[in-house]
């Protein structure tokens, strides 16, 4: 992939609009919204990974919002994040939350997606 190729598809893939996303998505695609705050070292450096997942795992939409964005307490955005949460229909199929406690602060690709798979986030392909 060429870096111009990935930035284009990244700004139409990984989109911060993702109340609409979860609200227009086809009721058999999976949303998986990314929540995240750029001080915190872990939250930075897993959405590096997103276009790769969004790209990997085409029948999924994926977004992002950061947590003070979305008016997430403090007390969540020190202790949940980085978290994922994956849709269907609409409706919350599965969260995971504070994904450090799981593989750490600075897991690699393939283990950010084993676990997002392990915890539901992702379908196994």
Same mark, same amino acid.
């Given at each position: 992939?060429?870096? &111009?190729?990935?930035?284009?598809?990244?700004?139409?893939?990984?989109?911060?609009?993702?109340?609409?996303?979860?609200?227009?998505?086809?009721?058999?695609?999976?949303?998986?919204?990314?929540?995240? &705050?750029?001080?915190?070292?872990?939250?930075?450096?897993?959405?590096?990974?997103?276009?790769?997942?969004?790209? &990997?795992?085409?029948?999924?939409?994926?977004?992002?919002?950061?947590?003070?964005?979305?008016?997430?307490?403090?007390?969540?955005?020190?202790?949940?994040?980085?978290?994922?949460?994956?849709?269907?229909?609409?409706?919350?199929?599965?969260?995971?939350?504070?994904?450090?406690?799981?593989?750490?602060?600075?897991?690699?690709?393939?283990?950010?997606? &084993?676990?997002?798979?392990?915890?539901?986030?992702?379908?196994?392909?």
């Amino acid at each position: 992939i060429n870096a &111009e190729y990935g930035k284009q598809w990244y700004q139409r893939r990984v989109r911060e609009d993702y109340c609409d996303t979860i609200d227009n998505a086809y009721s058999t695609t999976d949303v998986v919204v990314y929540i995240y &705050e750029d001080h915190i070292a872990a939250c930075k450096r897993y959405k590096e990974y997103l276009p790769r997942i969004a790209q &990997e795992f085409p029948k999924c939409m994926i977004c992002c919002i950061r947590a003070s964005r979305a008016r997430m307490s403090a007390n969540f955005i020190q202790r949940g994040l980085p978290c994922f949460i994956a849709y269907r229909g609409g409706d919350v199929k599965k969260a995971w939350v504070n994904i450090r406690d799981t593989i750490g602060d600075d897991a690699e690709y393939d283990v950010l997606v &084993e676990g997002m798979q392990d915890n539901s986030v992702l379908p196994y392909n």
